[in-house]
């Protein structure tokens, strides 16, 4: 589906060639400003909602500017659900899928520029800016938010990135790894600059990214990986940590480079929740916060020990990613909240032992799922023979219309594949499941996996609804949406929701 667009008015920039700015050009101010900053750099905040926040900013803005009066300049930093974004210059041949039945929702916005993913392991910076108190001059404005974003490349990766003439945006060779989209509403900027860490960049696949067809897209963590592989050099420290810290080491960086570009003193602000919490997910303390949740949808993880279900869930809840991962003992879950179709989905993933000796009692671990991820390593033949005997299982205990993907994982094992994928796919279809092959620690495929589950448990229980709604009016039994508690050992009770009851036991 796709949103309409607020009618603004429009100033289009030219690009200019690669200028090599030195950090004394872009020192405009003897003292130093402030700027507020609301850091959400670890939440996935819906577009809708950060989008309507960055005119609220705006609009305040302009307000304090026609009486005059002096306006601090606002950063926003976060990452946002998977979304597809179009700017005004965008046009729908740049998308390889029919818009009414995208993948993910589609946002047609005032800002500049082409058509752009947004996902989990992007970090978004929207700095709302009064161009007065820097330089009233786009162009300028442009140059200095790939500054920021070249700055970060270079002093905390060593990688050498730049500008590609004719273009917006951060390239290292010919792969774009940052968006710059802005907008200007009598010089107080918004939208601004997306960065891609360690982005699952797979959804790309699906559009032109920014309309250059024959040019890619890379994330930090790629090119770290690549940059690895061929010059073994680089910080240790960098080239070693876990998805987590490379996001805060980005987040930090990329805020002390924005402060040094545009010489603003940062003031970290808590974000006011109240205008905000209701409305939108935090993936960190959901359970803590008062989003009214339309469905929750357990989802189970079953396959061999070791084959990466542990780490698929972190990649999916958290973005995380952990080589040392140890054997799951008993069972775990967690959730993620996601818009689906506008409605909120809570995703409540549970992952058991692989191991026999470690799994609890199996009935209860299928009590109640609407989903299954089955899971095998494509470099473990065995893994893959016993997938057979755990759908036997999962038909054993689980709901009749449980929706089932079959996972190939560790993708990036390309060369000690034992698994062909014609064989997964030739047994997928035989026995109706959906299919893909991922990798948890490049986070290819995971949001894809998960998502397509959750679209497909969402469709057949939208269905269902219907149906039901109709029994209750014609006054027939309607069952399917009734308040469930869901009681997991060892955790708080979770709040009664309405949710797909048919496959309760
Ligand atoms: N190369 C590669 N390794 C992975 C991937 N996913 C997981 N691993 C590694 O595989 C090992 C096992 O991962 P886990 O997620 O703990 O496996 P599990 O299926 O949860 O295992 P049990 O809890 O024993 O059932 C760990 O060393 C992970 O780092 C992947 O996509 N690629
Ligand atoms: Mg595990």
Not at 171 to 179: E, L, N, S
């Amino acid at each position: 589906m796709i949103l309409a667009a607020s009618t603004h008015f429009l100033i289009t920039v030219p690009t200019s060639p690669s200028h090599n700015h030195t950090k004394k050009s872009y020192r405009l101010h003897s003292q130093s400003r402030t700027c507020e900053c609301f850091d959400l750099y670890k939440e996935l905040v819906p577009y809708d909602k950060a989008w309507d926040w960055q005119k609220q900013i705006v609009k305040e803005k302009k307000a304090l500017v026609e009486k005059n009066q002096d306006c601090q300049d606002t950063l926003i930093i976060l990452q946002h659900h998977p979304v597809y974004t179009l700017g005004t210059a965008s046009s729908e041949e740049y998308l390889n899928f029919d818009i009414k039945d995208a993948p993910y929702d589609v946002y047609r916005t005032e800002r500049g520029g082409e058509v752009t993913y947004h996902g989990p392991g992007q970090l978004v910076m929207y700095p709302i800016i009064n161009l007065r108190n820097h330089k009233m001059d786009l162009h300028w404005y442009l140059r200095a938010l790939e500054e920021v974003v070249i700055r970060v490349l270079s002093l905390t990766f060593s990688i050498k990135a730049s500008r590609l003439e004719g273009f917006t945006g951060v390239w290292v060779g010919d792969k774009k790894v940052a968006a710059v989209g802005i907008r200007v509403s009598r010089w107080i900027t918004y939208h601004g600059l997306a960065l891609n860490v360690n982005t699952d960049l797979t959804p790309f696949h699906s559009i032109v990214p920014c309309g250059i067809r024959n040019r890619q897209v890379g994330s930090i963590k790629g090119l770290l990986g690549e940059f690895q592989l061929s010059t073994r050099c680089g910080k240790a420290g960098v080239l070693h940590s876990n998805d987590c810290q490379l996001i805060d080491i980005t987040h930090s960086s990329l805020i002390k480079e924005f402060s040094e570009v545009f010489q603003l003193e940062i003031l970290h602000k808590t974000i006011p929740m109240s205008e905000f919490e209701d409305t939108t997910p935090r993936s960190s303390d959901l359970d803590r916060s008062a989003i009214k949740i339309d469905y929750v949808f357990k989802v189970v993880l079953i396959g061999d020990s070791a084959v990466g279900k542990s780490q698929l869930l972190a990649r999916f809840a958290r973005n995380e990613f952990s080589l040392d991962s140890k054997a799951t003992i008993g069972v775990e879950f967690q959730t993620r909240t996601l818009l689906i179709d506008h409605k909120t989905v809570k995703a409540q993933i549970w992952d058991t032992a692989g191991q026999e000796r470690y799994r609890a009692v199996t009935s209860a671990y299928y009590r109640g799922a609407v989903g299954a991820m089955l899971v095998y390593d494509i470099s473990k033949r065995q893994s893959f023979d016993h997938v057979a005997k755990w759908l036997e299982e999962l038909r054993g205990h689980a709901d009749k219309n449980i929706v089932i993907i079959l996972v190939g994982n560790k993708s990036d094992l390309g060369s000690l594949r034992a698994v062909p994928v014609e064989d997964a796919k030739e047994f997928a279809e035989r026995e109706n499941l959906f299919f893909m092959e991922t990798s948890a620690l490049e986070a290819t495929n995971v949001e894809s996996a998960f998502l397509t589950i959750l679209t497909e448990i969402y469709r057949i229980i939208s269905k269902k609804a219907l149906i039901a709604n109709d029994e209750h009016e014609s006054g027939g039994n309607s069952s399917l949406l009734t308040g469930t508690k869901i009681v997991v050992p060892g955790q708080e009770t979770v709040e009664p929701v309405r949710r797909f009851s048919c496959c309760s036991s």
